[in-house]
């Protein structure tokens, strides 16, 4: 008796169970890793587009708040000294900056810069997810080579 | 030159779709021969294998790359084998077993005899593990699948299976025993 009862289990274990079609069973597995990869970037260039929509319609009547905000606050007023008065601004600096400083509409302007950023972040996951949807191609492996 | 499994997964996480695809075509047997012993049946292997694949590529984020990427595959496959089972109700439990899988009448018995050499060639043309695995519990099936097949060590397959170093090395001996038991009687 040459072999032990390890070695017999381990020439039983390695009496391989073979897939079906080892080319078709690869592309198989692979077929249904792309479809994972499309049906992902599928619902995340979605949720792209919706929050870039979100942001697009929250940002019209946000643009609109802050351009009567920036009238309404005077920001315009001390602002449009920069142009007319330099030499009062020159000697009194320090009250101009804080004036005009006070004057920001600051709510608004986040907002806005906020709303915007969620736009530009929306269109960016858009892109990039129609990008791989586009990008995962069909091909075929070598299935000899790994 | 051959890339390393985390190399391989590294490139997958910086966007290179391509290399998860080669982790699949250099671990797709194992894992099929290893749910093949597990479930017994090439169709739900089959279904197994791509169910652990697709699992592998979703959390492949949440891997950690200090450890062994195919120990993780293997849980993976482990763990979508079990579901397979339960979801067919077909998890057989010896008359001598507990609920936690001892086995008193095994505990009791010696290591088996090497199988005579010409019973043994008459075993391994039959395809004699096809018919006497399934008569195994699911967890030493995966145990001597792992370790005959994958030849993991003791310490891996613990990892695998999620359970301690001497819980393994007991479950391998009582499942030796059980499976030279079975193939004595196909012989």
Redesign the interface.
Known sequence: ??????A??????????K??E?GI??E???F??RE??RRRARSRAFGGAVMAFAAFAALIPASRELYSAVFSSGFIKYFSLLFSDVGSIGLYWGDFLSALSEAVPVFSVALVFGLFSLLLLGLRFFGKNMFIINS?KVHS?N?S?? | MERSDIELVDAHMGGDTESFEILVLRYGKSVYAFATHLVGNAAEAEDVTQETFIKAWRHLDKFDIEKNFKTWLFAIAKNSAFDTLRKKRTIPFSRFEDESGNNMLLETLTDPEPIPDEIFAKLEAADALHDALPKLSPDMRAVLSLYYGEELTFREIGEILGKPLDTVKSQHRRACIMLAKLLAEQS
């Open positions: 008796m040459d072999m032990t009862i390890d017999q289990f381990q020439a039983l274990f390695h009496h391989f169970p897939a079906s080892e069973f690869f198989r597995i692979l249904a890793l994972e990869e995962i492996h299935f080579a790994v």
